[in-house]
């Protein structure tokens, strides 16, 4: 096979493997709490009853955080108004379930990152969040866990608890992105923060951090 016949074929390979790629992903995101529905601005009850049900919901929200292309998933973005999050804060860990989660300690050097959510579809804005966090909870067995994470995992935590307490990004991002994105979700439209607005999202923090999508 020739040099270019190869580069075809892989090219072709490629294109097919992003287009399963997108169609999974669409198929995990139609399972997802999008804005608008009053869920997300609802406050989670603490799960109780720990046993195979609770399995299979994590096993569930954990192939939609997967397909979804997310790294982070609340249970109140898939309808159930449960304090349980799953998350997988990098290709090469494992996801990970929390039940009741609980922040502990949140350090005071903060960082400016841009942040998406998969219920706030085509909209991401500038979000200001403590560079390290201590939460505890419990396991999918009902086990206590306590988690210390910096940078992106910590982002990652914040975010979604903020989820379970009926928090979004649209409540902590500065003012003008905020009037933008709301404009572009009402519209269908989309929206991301332009650089200019770094100083006024980030004033007085030490540095800003990639975009998160959780």
Known sequence: MSERAETDTDNAEREELEAELLERREAALAHVVKFGDPVLKSKASPVRDFGPE??????RMIGI??????VGLAATQVGVLRRLLVFQAGPDSEPTALINPEIEWLSDEVVVAEEGCLSLPRVSMD????LHVRIGGRDVEGAEIRLEASGLEARVLQHEIDHLDGVL?????????????????????????PM???????????????????
């Open 65 to 70: 955080m997967r397909d979804g292309m997310g």
């Open 169 to 193: 990004i649209l409540d902590r991002a500065p003012r003008q992105q905020r009037k933008a994105a709301l404009r572009a979700l009402r519209e269908g439209g989309s929206y991301s923060p």
């Open 54 to 59: 609770l399995r299979t919901e994590v096993e």
């Open 127 to 130: 979000v200001e969040r403590p």
């Open 196 to 214: 200019a607005d770094e100083d006024e999202a980030g004033e007085g923090s030490e540095h800003r951090e990639p975009r998160t999508d959780a």
